[in-house]
């Protein structure tokens, strides 16, 4: 395996490690991980299903590096990588920001507005980490099967953040609008 098959490889495990533990924690203290869908039920777990599906395939291009119909230079492997390692940092930083708020959509019961950490430079770095992944995983293995999940998933998840920010709107009002023109969406 060439070595930056390795790097995503761990990657991915410190990432999963990362939300094993928070969830278990979560589990543990009998918070409730899954909220209500922020859109439509079909296009929120459908987009969450094409993005997991692409990331399976960044796994199994790096276990599988011979794998594909269109050859990869390593340079754009080792881009794809950088990516990636970006992506999970930022994304294991926002779910141990987010605490007890961790969800799958919005939560039924209170929450408070995260703004410090991560949160401070980001309104979404979760979804920012999690973009910059899948756009890795398209680079290390383009394919038009993992490009189409890649921008319909950004794109349903782009959808999911407008329609989170007016929940966070109605449910914080002032605070969340001071917050919003402070920090960027995204960066």
Not at 32 to 54: N, Q
Not at 62 to 79: E, F, H, N, Q
Not at 136 to 163: E, R
């Amino acid at each position: 395996m060439p070595h930056h098959s390795y790097f995503v490889l761990a990657a991915f495990s410190i990432l999963g490690m990362v939300l094993i533990v928070q969830v278990a924690g979560l589990r543990n203290n009998g918070v409730e991980l899954l909220g209500k869908p922020t859109i439509d039920k079909y296009y929120f777990y459908t987009g969450k299903v094409t993005m997991a599906i692409s990331w399976g395939l960044f796994l199994v291009k790096a276990l599988l590096p011979k794998l594909g119909y269109i050859p990869v230079p390593p340079i754009l492997c080792w881009i794809a990588t950088g990516l990636l390692w970006v992506g999970a940092f930022m994304t294991a930083l926002a779910i141990i920001g987010l605490g007890k708020s961790l969800k799958v959509g919005l939560p039924d019961t209170a929450t408070t507005l995260k703004t410090r950490g991560i949160y401070s430079f980001s309104r979404n770095p979760l979804y920012t980490g999690v973009y910059l992944i899948t756009i890795g995983s398209v680079l290390y293995f383009p394919d038009l099967i993992n490009f189409s999940f890649t921008i319909f998933s950004i794109y349903i998840h782009h959808q999911i953040i407008k329609s989170e920010e007016n929940f966070l709107k109605e449910r914080f009002g002032a605070q969340w609008e001071d917050y919003r023109l402070r920090v960027r969406r995204y960066l």
